[in-house]
């Protein structure tokens, strides 16, 4: 039954997700013809936590964008998911699919459209050369930035050469 609504997850999320889609002639037609109508992709609802939550995006090049993981999820709408044990890893986007950055929250609430992840609690953010902790965070994906306002800490793990002289 899982599987069920973690297609139907998919399918919801692709809707949204989709730039420049048109909706048909007919279910247009349709939804004008009844008063209080709703699209489809409003209509569906996860009745459920979805357990194991995966959700992978690639670029317009097939390669790995980012991969959202999670060990509970649960979808209010279509534009947010909601979710428990986060973990997202973001990649380098190219053929080798390396790991450019890893985040890891206890909740926070994804925004697929805007591609955003939003948290109260902790998060921590580790990359090759450094290590990022705060909470009350969002993760902006397109322009690659994570704001923390409480409780930042950072650690480099590269050299920082003349930087503090």
Known sequence: MNSRRLIACFFLLAASCAEGAEPSRKSADDSAKKPGAKSRAEQIRAAAPIKNFRLPTFTVEGYREFMLRAGEAVVP??????VREMEL??????????IDAML????????PKDQL???????????ADLTVTGAGWTYDHKAQKLTINRA???????????VIK
């Open 77 to 82: 709408s279509p534009e947010q998911i909601n």
């Open 89 to 98: 890893t973001v990649f380098t986007r190219t053929a080798e699919e390396q």
């Open 104 to 111: 890891a929250a206890p909740s926070a609430s994804f925004f």
């Open 117 to 127: 992840v939003r948290g109260d609690d902790t998060v921590r953010l580790e990359r």
């Open 152 to 162: 930042a800490h950072i650690i480099l793990h590269a050299p920082i050469g003349d």
